[in-house]
């Protein structure tokens, strides 16, 4: 299947400069613990995540001849880098204020490990191409709908916000590597159904964890409301079904999700200093 990326997309790291709320509000996302903490938990997923992702596409990388797609996973591991760095400045602020993220993250660094270990390089790839598709409909969620970061601390709503743009940006560079050095369709359909699965239980995971240390575990009304705002008639997480399920589609590829205008005008946000001078 051919790519429909766009030939023409350039794909480069930021470094804007991002200053987290200090001291740090545990419920940062309009005062709400099941909110705030829904995304905290997603975050400490990313350090390790967003390395395993790099180091997945670079060990295909001298396969490509192509001087653009080069260039594209340029961008894509440099941005990841830097997603990675600033998600643990993010794990510090958790840490430093009481959860244990080592426990939250034994799991996942042991996965990772077995994974690197026991599987071929291209099923590193395609657990890749799955979880970059998780990130990529999530990001775009963000971009469309200010709902999601409504009421959030500002300074945390732009770190969301920067990294939605670059999920969005780079959300094929991985899927058209892979369609390149494998394209086997159950081995990513099987990889989607997987990463769905471990990405859910330990976003879960991390969810109950800080609730249990704020003492909101067993609140009826934070998880009745928290699950209201994913799933309810109006929830942030129901549109999105849709375009998870076009993963499972043999011509699928990413750019049939076509946002990029909505990249082009979100990049005004974090480009505009640098076209000033």
């Known amino acids: 299947m051919p790519s429909t990326t766009p030939q023409d997309l350039q794909i480069k790291p930021r470094q804007p400069e991002f200053s987290l709320p200090s001291p740090w509000a545990r419920h940062w996302h309009g005062d709400n613990a099941f909110k705030s903490h829904f995304f905290d938990a997603m975050s400490l997923l990313f350090p390790d995540g967003e390395?395993?992702?790099?180091?997945?596409?670079?060990?295909?990388?001298?396969?490509?001849?192509?001087?653009?797609?080069?260039?594209?996973?340029?961008?894509?591991?440099?941005?990841?880098?830097?997603?990675?760095?600033?998600?643990?400045?993010?794990?510090?602020?958790?840490?430093a204020s009481g959860y244990d993220l080592d426990y939250l993250e034994r799991r996942l660094k042991q996965r990772l490990a077995f994974v690197r270990k026991h599987l071929p390089p291209k099923v590193h790839l395609a657990a890749t191409v799955a979880v970059e598709h998780l990130t990529a409909i999530m990001a775009d969620a963000i971009l469309q709908n200010p709902a999601w970061l409504t009421g959030a601390d500002p300074q945390m709503a732009r770190l969301w916000?920067?990294?939605?743009?670059?999920?969005?940006?780079?959300?094929?560079?991985?899927?058209?590597?892979?369609?390149?050095?494998?394209?086997?369709?159950?081995?990513?359909?099987?990889?989607?159904?997987?990463?769905?699965?471990?990405?859910?239980?330990?976003?879960?995971?991390?969810?109950?964890?800080?609730?249990?240390?704020?003492?909101?575990?067993?609140?009826?009304?934070?998880?009745?409301?928290?699950?209201?705002?994913?799933?309810?008639?109006?929830g942030i997480l129901r549109p999105l079904v849709k375009v998870y399920c076009d993963f499972y589609r043999a011509d699928f590829h990413p750019w049939q999700h076509d946002n990029l205008q909505l990249i082009h005008s979100t990049r005004r946000e974090f480009d505009q200093p640098a076209e000033v001078s």
């Open 161 to 234: 916000r920067w990294h939605a743009l670059e999920e969005s940006e780079h959300k094929a560079v991985a899927f058209d590597l892979y369609q390149q050095v494998c394209g086997d369709v159950w081995l990513r359909r099987r990889a989607m159904l997987q990463s769905t699965f471990f990405f859910s239980l330990d976003t879960f995971k991390g969810l109950v964890h800080m609730l249990r240390r704020d003492g909101q575990l067993w609140r009826w009304r934070t998880w009745s409301d928290g699950l209201a705002w994913l799933w309810g008639s109006r």
């Open 51 to 95: 390395r395993f992702f790099i180091d997945s596409v670079r060990a295909y990388r001298d396969q490509v001849t192509d001087p653009q797609q080069q260039a594209q996973i340029r961008g894509f591991i440099g941005q990841e880098a830097h997603h990675s760095r600033e998600h643990e400045h993010y794990s510090d602020a958790l840490r």
